[in-house]
């Protein structure tokens, strides 16, 4: 069973920074895709960056310039670096797994969330 830890959420003013962490067990890091997702208040989950084995990494225009995701394998730990954050920011942010495709449990629609930290941007 593959399970996701985040931390690091917060309050945090305008044009502040913060620094969100997901550890993940099951043996899941070295072969799957890392996530970061987000739900604002009143709105559906939206995708904020992954990166994949290859370390290739994709973001979401809006946070482009401004985030950084990354993984540290020896800690089984993937990182959301967020600066010059705004009010807009503010959201639940979700870690997420995803399966190889060579995997069956990728053509099955398996994937892997933890709960949640918040994350508050206001003055």
């Known amino acids: 069973q593959v399970q996701l830890v985040e931390s690091g959420g917060g309050l945090v003013q305008p044009g502040g920074s913060l620094r969100l962490s997901c550890v993940a067990s099951?043996?899941?890091?070295?072969?799957?895709?890392m996530g970061w997702y987000r739900q604002p208040p009143g709105k559906q989950r939206e995708l904020v960056a992954n990166?994949?084995?290859?370390?290739?990494?994709t973001y979401a225009d809006s946070v482009k310039g401004r985030f950084t995701i990354s993984r540290d394998n020896t800690k089984n730990t993937v990182y959301l670096q967020m600066m010059s954050l705004e009010p807009e920011d503010t959201a639940v942010y979700y870690c997420?797994?995803?399966?190889?495709?060579?995997?069956?449990?990728?053509?099955?629609?398996?994937?892997?969330w933890g709960k949640g930290t918040p994350v508050t941007v206001s003055s």
């Open positions: 997420n797994a995803e399966p190889p495709p060579y995997f069956s449990d990728y053509h099955r629609g398996v994937r892997y």
């Open positions: 099951g043996s899941i890091f070295t072969t799957y895709t």
């Open positions: 990166i994949a084995t290859n370390d290739l990494a």
